[in-house]
């Protein structure tokens, strides 16, 4: 069974950094596309960060401020999260095959004074 499990989320002031870490229970090279989602209250999950075929994707409310990474040693895929925003609060997920792939519980991300 595929578990793909979260950590990392917490509650940051406007202007820090966070790093969410997705920790896989298969190779993270058996996925052609992981990423990153999220979704805040009341809205849909939406795209953060994605890795498909080798290539990376940022949503454009990010670019500059997240960077996503993966290491196979410890089959992580990673998310570093620099400048943080209120409206960047939300749950945060973990996704390894696409939208019909598999998921992770979420963890929390709150930016707040």
């Known amino acids: 069974q595929v578990r793909l499990r979260e950590s990392g989320g917490g509650l940051v002031q406007p202007g820090g950094s966070l790093r969410l870490s997705c920790v896989a229970s298969?190779?993270?090279?058996?996925?052609?596309?992981m990423g990153w989602y999220r979704q805040a209250p009341g809205k849909e999950r939406e795209l953060v960060a994605t890795i498909t075929s080798g290539e990376i994707n940022y949503a454009d409310s990010v670019k500059g401020r997240f960077t996503i990474s993966r290491e196979s040693a410890r089959n992580t895929m990673s998310l570093q999260m620099n400048s943080l925003k209120p409206e960047d609060t939300a749950v945060y997920y973990c996704?390894?095959?696409?939208?019909?792939?598999?998921w992770g519980q979420g963890t929390q991300v709150t930016v707040s004074s």
């Open positions: 996704n390894g095959g696409g939208r019909d792939g598999y």
């Open positions: 298969i190779s993270i090279f058996s996925f052609n596309h």
